[in-house]
């Protein structure tokens, strides 16, 4: 099962099921649940959303307008998870580039804070480069959506933008390159744990265009992931808690060659094996203009 947020013709936010080119709306006025987020803590969040489907009014899902599957999550990320990942960090700062050798085989993780709800953009809003950096790039990555206690209820679509050249000037200035606003695109659903197909045939795919024309192409599968969904889970919740349930971003392994850097105006779709294209175009500057 596909759970997604979208306006209604009204312009309020709603819930509903993704059902191939359609969406089945469900009806919570008579439920406990006032969130996604309450129908992900539930038992069985399947169960929960199938109870409230209102197949009545099922609408065709190109009439609605998709938003960002968030509620009050916070959004985590994990980094140098794929070997292609671990040599573009190495090659990023000559400094730092043991410390980005050893965390790839360390037992502990690279883990760190991604964002917050208003930082996130959804399927067809823009995601921001910053004005501040030169060299900029998407990172797609397949994302475990978390209940409050840390169990895996779904995947979603991720997409960690990236500052390289921040992160390469010192390493201490990671939060600078991958927090500010609209620096990551969650979308353009949930698809419950129970509905993904086998995770070692999942690929994950990039396209970005510019001017209509494909400027960069890149795929890779979860399974040359080197840690596990458990694992990074497992560390996440060491000494942290989540009462609102979280999102983690597992790390990339598609990243772009040294001269390529992304515009204003190019497009970036990232596409995942049982869950669906997230697109957003580029933009630069400071929020607002």
Same mark, same amino acid.
């Given at each position: 099962?596909?759970?997604?947020?979208?306006?209604?013709?009204?312009?309020?936010?709603?819930?509903? =099921? &993704?059902? @191939?080119?359609? +969406?089945?709306?469900?009806?919570? %006025? /008579?439920?406990?649940?006032?969130?996604?987020?309450?129908? *992900?803590?539930?038992?069985?969040?399947?169960?929960?959303?199938?109870?409230?489907?209102?197949?009545?009014?099922?609408?065709?899902?190109?009439?609605?307008?998709?938003?960002?599957?968030?509620?009050?999550?916070?959004?985590?990320?994990?980094?140098?998870?794929?070997?292609?990942?671990?040599?573009?960090?190495?090659?990023?700062?000559?400094?730092?580039?043991?410390?980005?050798?050893?965390?790839?085989?360390?037992?502990?993780?690279?883990?760190?804070?991604?964002?917050?709800?208003?930082?996130?953009?959804?399927?067809?809003?823009?995601?921001?480069?910053?004005?501040?950096?030169?060299?900029?790039?998407?990172?797609?990555?397949?994302?475990?959506?978390?209940?409050?206690?840390? =169990? &895996?209820? @779904?995947?979603? +679509?991720?997409?960690?933008?990236? %500052? /390289?050249?921040?992160?390469?000037?010192?390493?201490?200035? *990671?939060?600078?390159?991958?927090?500010?606003?609209?620096?990551?695109?969650?979308?353009?659903?949930?698809?419950?744990?129970?509905?993904?197909?086998?995770?070692?045939?999942?690929?994950?795919?990039?396209?970005?265009?510019?001017?209509?024309?494909?400027?960069?192409?890149?795929?890779?599968?979860?399974?040359?992931?080197?840690?596990?969904?458990?694992?990074?889970?497992?560390?996440?919740?060491?000494?942290?808690?989540?009462?609102?349930?979280?999102?983690?971003?597992?790390?990339?392994?598609?990243?772009?060659?040294?001269?390529?850097?992304?515009?204003?105006?190019?497009?970036?779709?990232?596409?995942?094996?049982?869950?669906?294209?997230?697109?957003?175009?580029?933009?630069?500057?400071?929020? @607002?203009?």
């Amino acid at each position: 099962m596909k759970l997604i947020k979208y306006l209604s013709h009204s312009g309020e936010p709603r819930i509903g =099921q &993704l059902d @191939g080119d359609r +969406v089945v709306p469900l009806d919570l %006025s /008579r439920s406990s649940f006032q969130t996604l987020a309450d129908i *992900l803590e539930a038992d069985d969040p399947e169960q929960a959303a199938r109870s409230l489907l209102d197949a009545g009014r099922e609408t065709p899902a190109s009439d609605v307008g998709l938003l960002a599957p968030i509620d009050r999550q916070e959004v985590w990320a994990a980094g140098v998870t794929y070997q292609r990942s671990q040599a573009a960090r190495m090659e990023e700062s000559a400094a730092a580039a043991s410390c980005y050798d050893r965390v790839y085989s360390s037992p502990r993780p690279e883990l760190f804070f991604k964002a917050n709800p208003h930082r996130v953009a959804g399927p067809g809003q823009p995601l921001r480069i910053r004005a501040d950096s030169a060299w900029n790039v998407p990172e797609p990555e397949i994302t475990l959506v978390l209940n409050s206690r840390l =169990q &895996l209820v @779904g995947f979603t +679509v991720g997409n960690d933008m990236s %500052s /390289r050249d921040i992160e390469g000037e010192n390493p201490l200035y *990671l939060p600078q390159a991958k927090v500010y606003n609209a620096c990551c695109g969650l979308g353009p659903c949930i698809t419950l744990a129970g509905a993904m197909p086998p995770l070692d045939a999942v690929h994950i795919r990039l396209v970005i265009r510019r001017a209509g024309e494909v400027v960069f192409a890149g795929t890779t599968s979860v399974a040359k992931m080197a840690r596990s969904f458990e694992d990074l889970i497992q560390w996440l919740g060491r000494d942290n808690s989540f009462p609102n349930g979280a999102f983690l971003l597992t790390g990339t392994g598609i990243v772009p060659e040294r001269d390529f850097t992304l515009q204003p105006g190019d497009l970036v779709a990232v596409s995942i094996d049982g869950i669906g294209t997230l697109t957003n175009p580029i933009v630069q500057g400071e929020v @607002g203009t």
